[in-house]
């Protein structure tokens, strides 16, 4: 078992080592195939992020009459948090409203000194889980939070909400056309990177067949080469993209790159993607006796 | 000696070819072909190129199947072979080309090891058995070079070195000798006769009849896809008498050929220079 795991390694290594010249070009050919696949990630990446930092943001605010007292804005705070929907509630007392608005005018406080009492309400922020930032379901609960006795009124950026909503439809639209684009072209030029090679060593197959090898002992140095050089490949685009990412960030300060996980994936699926193209490239030639 | 051997063929054979038919579209490139071949047996199949010669040898190998009736090669039956059990009849069976199909990429022994290599054999038995058979086949000295850089008559002996590396009941060859000039040839026949003498059958196939006449092995006539004849020839003298024979008379009609040529080119040399 060691010594065929040896000589499919040391094969491999050997025509990577002999065909040197087509190596490369095929290795360039999948690197650069996989640069456009990979800034079209990255911008993925980093579109989703920012849906998923506007969406953190979403919260209702709910404001009670100026009657309510101690006790029953407890009780407020427990059914709020008993819906199924929120995950936090947040009391916030008209004192600290008031605190934070001065705050927000800097200069202009003194404006409110003006004031002999406080005009603002007490108030609840609502944060719904993750899975209720949808448009439809906060208009859901705010109409239901509304209803609640002692609850004057609910905001919740309903104009926002409306146009959020729709851009974040378009752009997920858009991503998974030129996603599909994106990935089809990728796989089918990396396929035909990898069947060149394959097709160089036609002869090599044939008089390995001639001599009595079985399958398996012809495929699995050529999957090994193939997961090889997509391995390469994949680091090579990964350096790319970086050189690609800093430069723009001159015009797009908050671009972020892969994290060190999602690198990891991507590289492990070039592997793949190498190993799954030489063995298509290769199944028709095994088909010959 | 060696004939000796050959007219006894064991009672069990190494191929055996039963009622072999073989369309293509509605041309029969083989027709009824019958012969069995027993173990140690040397066989020449002669033939016009088209006769069939290949289509047979390639049923052998089962590179292809009978459209009707069976080839048997030792326990591999062809109306009863799966895929995964030919690389086995590969491993029986030597397989010799006339464009000698070696590895440009690989040298003179790691051609010769593959077959070897591919079925997991040890690296030091891989050594031991390929240092035999370059010392067989008289090119121990060349074994680190690459094929490209050996004649022709070399490439075919590593070849057919290759073919025997995993010690196969037959060697089949098909036209062995096609590519080669009459002094290679003669060496690759050696070779041949020698392996028999081992005790390993051969099937040769070549579409040169008077080359393999003389030298009292049996040979099968092909025509049209039918056997045409399948007789055993006289030896004129011993074989290497016959050998010997074959190659004054090639001797002298090289000095013929060459005597020709000077004479031509001094005839030409003036015309040249108008």
Not at chain 2, 142 to 158: F, I
Request: hydrophobic content about 45%; proline content about 3%; aromatic content about 8%.
């Amino acid at each position: 078992m060691m010594r065929r795991i040896l000589y499919i390694i040391d094969e491999a290594l050997r025509t990577v080592k002999r065909h040197k010249g087509l190596t490369s070009i095929s290795v360039i050919i999948m690197s650069l195939s996989l640069l456009m696949l990979a800034v079209f990630l990255l911008a993925t990446d980093n579109l989703l992020k920012l849906v998923s930092e506007t969406q953190e943001e979403m919260k209702i605010y709910v404001y009670l009459e100026d009657g309510v007292g101690q006790q029953e804005a407890e009780k407020l705070y427990m059914t709020i948090l008993g819906q199924a929907e929120v995950s936090r509630v947040e009391f916030v007392s008209k004192e600290d409203a008031l605190a934070d608005f001065k705050s927000q005018l800097g200069e202009d406080a003194d404006l409110l000194s003006a004031l002999s009492t406080n005009p603002l309400p007490n108030s609840f922020w609502v944060v719904p889980k993750e899975e209720y930032k949808t448009r439809d379901a906060i208009v859901g609960i705010a109409d239901r939070l509304a209803q609640l006795k002692g609850v004057e009124e609910v905001r919740y950026g309903k104009e926002f909400l409306d146009k959020f909503a729709s851009i974040v439809k378009g752009i997920y639209t858009v991503d998974i056309v030129v996603g599909f684009i994106v990935i089809m072209s990728a796989i089918f030029i990396i396929a035909n990177a990898v069947r060149l090679t394959v097709i160089s060593r036609k002869r090599t197959i044939e008089i390995l067949k001639l001599v009595g090898a079985t399958n398996p002992f012809i495929v699995a140095p050529f999957i090994i080469e193939g997961a090889f050089q997509g391995g390469v490949a994949a680091v090579l685009s990964l350096v790319l993209l970086r050189i690609v990412t800093e430069v723009s960030r001159s015009a797009i300060p908050d671009l972020n790159f892969f994290s060190l996980e999602k690198s990891l994936i991507y590289m492990l699926t070039c592997v793949l993607i190498g190993a799954l193209g030489s063995f298509m490239a290769l199944r028709r030639y095994l088909r010959m006796q | 000696m060696s004939d000796e051997q050959n007219e006894t063929p064991s009672d069990r054979s190494v191929i055996g070819v039963f009622h072999l038919t073989k369309t293509y579209g509605d041309q029969h490139a083989l027709d009824d072909v019958n012969f069995n071949i027993g173990n140690g047996e040397f066989v020449f199949m002669v033939g016009p190129s088209g006769a069939g010669k290949s289509t047979l040898l390639r049923m052998i190998y089962m590179d292809e199947y009978p459209t009707s009736g069976q080839v048997v090669v030792g326990n591999f039956v062809s109306t009863r072979m799966r895929r995964r059990d030919i690389p086995y009849l590969r491993r029986r069976v030597g397989i010799v080309f006339q464009d000698y199909k070696l590895l440009e990429d690989r040298t003179v022994a790691e051609n010769i090891g593959i077959g070897m290599r591919i079925t997991g054999a040890s690296p030091f038995a891989i050594k031991r058995r390929v240092a035999s058979l370059l010392n067989d086949i008289g090119l121990y000295h060349k074994r680190l070079e690459m094929p490209q850089s050996l004649s022709g008559g070399e490439q075919q002996r590593v070849a057919i070195a290759r073919a025997l590396v995993n010690h196969p009941a037959i060697l089949l060859a098909d036209e062995p000798t096609g590519n080669l000039d009459p002094d290679s040839a003669e060496d690759v026949l050696r070779l041949l006769f020698k392996i028999n003498n081992g005790g390993t059958a051969v099937l040769m196939a070549t579409h040169d009849h008077s080359f393999v006449q003389n030298f009292g092995q049996r040979i099968i006539h092909l025509r049209d896809g039918k056997v045409f004849e399948d007789k055993k020839t006289g030896l004129v003298g011993n074989l290497s008498d016959r050998l010997d024979a074959l190659r004054m008379d090639r001797e002298r009609q090289k000095r013929v050929d060459h005597a020709i040529k000077r004479q031509r080119a001094s005839s030409l040399a003036p015309t040249k220079t108008e």
